[in-house]
């Protein structure tokens, strides 16, 4: 599909129609759909070639949504979703395309929804994110280096389910969570997350679950606007020292 944007204009195909045949149904009807979703911006693309649609679009039960960053991932996960009975979506961020390269593994390996994590042993701050944004988190300026460090970060991959147990271990052992991601904030895939951890786990926080995203806005044509609207490396890094000093 060229481009996420355009997806509301198949949200009833997908959604209405893919996502709920199985259901409807009774079970003996397999979906193995695997839409490609070229997305997210910081390529200049404009407001129809940048948006990052996967928070209202994630509504569909019985579909899934994948949103991987490392070259080795995306493979795997590509290969999963072929391999799926169900309906998947599989957001690819554009500014990827070129960026994250070099050589992947032979053979058939398959890589489930699992989260990937790594961090320090030490952590202070448990850091959810996806595509892209994992890039922008394993490049933080100097200054903010030390204190970014003491971050766990888990790289979600697949948003819908995505992987709660993973998301708890993490908060148990820091008991602070910083979710990071280009989608706008209002309705974002950080607002579930916030509000499971927030139901589910509230007892395990020493401070409130906090966000960095993509303001509520449109995405513009200019490219210094657009740089100022994503989340960097220096907003991430500020908000991590203030739930650490929570």
Sequence with gaps: ???????????????????????????????????????????????????????GSSTGR??????????TTRKGLLKAAIRDDNPVVYFEHKYLYRR??????????????????RGAKEADVTLLAYGA?????SRPPIASRRKASRSEVIDLRTLLPYDKEAIFRSLDKTSRVLVVHEDVKTLGIGAELSAVI?????????APV?????????????????GANLPNADKIA??????AEY
Aim: glycine share 10%.
């Design 198 to 206: 927030m139901e589910e786990k509230f007892d395990a926080l020493d």
């Design 1 to 55: 599909m060229q481009f996420a944007d355009f997806i509301s204009c198949g949200f009833d195909q997908i959604v209405n129609q893919a996502a709920t045949l199985r259901y409807r149904y009774g079970g003996p009807l397999d979906v193995p759909i695997v839409v490609r979703a070229p997305s997210g911006g910081n390529v200049g693309g404009g407001l129809y070639h940048s948006q990052n649609p996967e928070g």
């Design 100 to 117: 994250a390269k070099g050589p992947v593994p032979e053979g058939d390996e398959i890589v489930q929804s699992a989260s990937r994590r």
């Design 62 to 71: 019985g579909s899934r949504w994948l949103r991987p960053r490392r070259r």
């Design 238 to 243: 500020d908000a991590i020292r203030k739930l």
């Design 210 to 226: 906090m966000r960095v995203t993509y303001p509520d806005t449109h995405c513009p044509f200019s490219h210094i606007l657009e």
């Design 133 to 137: 944004m994992m890039m922008r988190r």
